[in-house]
């Protein structure tokens, strides 16, 4: 299954940059984010999640943001 990955890189010259992708895992985000910037000094790869604000949820769960009815 693929996961939504945001990574931040960090280059030599103090300039950050984002790139955001689905990949396996994290070791594969790293690897892909490795081989585009070659000049980074830092990679910092967090997953990303999603949250459901409105639609079908659990019975008794209620959304984020408003107050269970």
């Known amino acids: 299954m693929q996961r939504s990955y945001h990574i931040t890189i960090n280059m030599a010259d103090g300039s950050k940059r984002t790139h955001v992708n689905l990949?396996?895992?994290s070791a594969a985000a790293a690897s892909d984010a490795a081989?585009?910037?070659p000049a980074a000094t830092r990679l910092?790869?967090?997953r990303t999640t999603?949250?459901?604000r409105v639609?079908?949820?659990a019975?008794?769960?209620p959304c984020m943001g408003r107050a269970a009815s």
């Open 35 to 37: 081989q585009r910037f």
């Open 44 to 46: 910092d790869i967090k």
């Open 23 to 25: 990949y396996r895992d």
């Open 50 to 52: 999603t949250v459901l």
């Open 59 to 61: 019975p008794g769960m």
């Open 55 to 57: 639609g079908t949820r």
